[in-house]
């Protein structure tokens, strides 16, 4: 017995000390994991910060569009700004609105479709922005515990190991090198939660996010359609 109680005292288990005593393999998964955990952190800051900053220029872009302004005069606020959701659908139908009486439309059809190409394809850019980095939370989510799982397996042979070669059964012999490979494990689940958590949350913002936006093309969509009646059928009538 005292035999043991000295093994054991001999042996620091603090996370430290567990993870410089940790073999070659069991570390580089112990580091990988803890340069994604930082990774995902670094990602949960950025999006937050965006996501409510995009979510305060959607506020206020609704404010303005529907004070009264004129679409003309909103074009020329927003033309030569770097524009993200709804502004940046705003001035990209605008902008094909413009570019095709320009040229004298005179197709409602063709201008309405033009328009509405125009409006889904900055959509579609501005929804993959939002989404962007989002997928490696996903990744590090669910292949986190694995990876530190296999640190953990790799850990335990490699104690068992031990075992064989000192014939030696103490629990101050078997458990340091078990805490060394059960740190593993333990690194990947912190690195793991949070990014779920995260992908999770962020995904749903973004949804809500990407419906404002299509609610918005879907609105302006008719009301460019009913001031292109307006402009055209002039045109036709006097065509014939």
């Known amino acids: 017995m005292e035999q043991v109680a000295l093994e054991a005292a001999t042996h620091d288990v603090s996370l430290w000390a567990l993870f410089m005593q940790a073999g070659f393999i069991v570390k580089a998964v112990m580091i990988g994991l803890m340069f994604a955990s930082v990774w995902t952190w670094a990602i949960v800051i950025d999006k937050y910060i965006n996501f409510a900053k ?9 404010q303005v ?3 009264g302004q004129s679409l003309e005069e909103l074009y020329r606020t927003l033309a030569d700004r770097q524009n993200v959701g709804m502004a940046a659908i705003f001035v990209s139908a605008m902008r094909e609105w413009k570019k095709s009486f320009e040229r004298g439309a005179r197709s409602p059809i063709g201008l309405q479709m033009r328009i509405d190409r125009a ?4 959509l579609a850019r501005e929804a993959e922005g939002f989404e962007a980095r ?3 939370l996903a990744t590090i989510g669910s292949a986190g515990p694995f990876i530190g799982l296999f640190g ?3 850990g335990i042979m490699t104690s068992f190991q031990a ?4 014939k030696s059964t103490n629990l ?6 078990i805490a060394e490979a059960l ?3 333990a690194i990947g689940l912190v690195a793991a939660i949070p990014a779920v958590i995260a992908y999770n949350k962020f995904m749903g913002d973004a949804g809500k996010l990407s419906a404002r936006m299509e609610g918005f093309a879907d609105e302006f969509s008719g009301i460019l359609s009913r001031q292109i009646d307006e402009k055209l059928q002039p045109r036709q009538q006097a065509a014939q």
């Open 134 to 136: 989002l997928g490696s």
């Open 65 to 67: 569009f529907w004070s």
């Open 163 to 166: 075992i064989a070669g000192s």
């Open 172 to 177: 101050a012999v078997v458990a340091p090198g």
């Open 119 to 122: 409006m889904d394809v900055t």
């Open 152 to 154: 953990t397996v790799i």
């Open 183 to 185: 740190l593993a494990t």
């Open 54 to 62: 995009a979510k305060r220029q959607f506020d206020q872009f609704e």
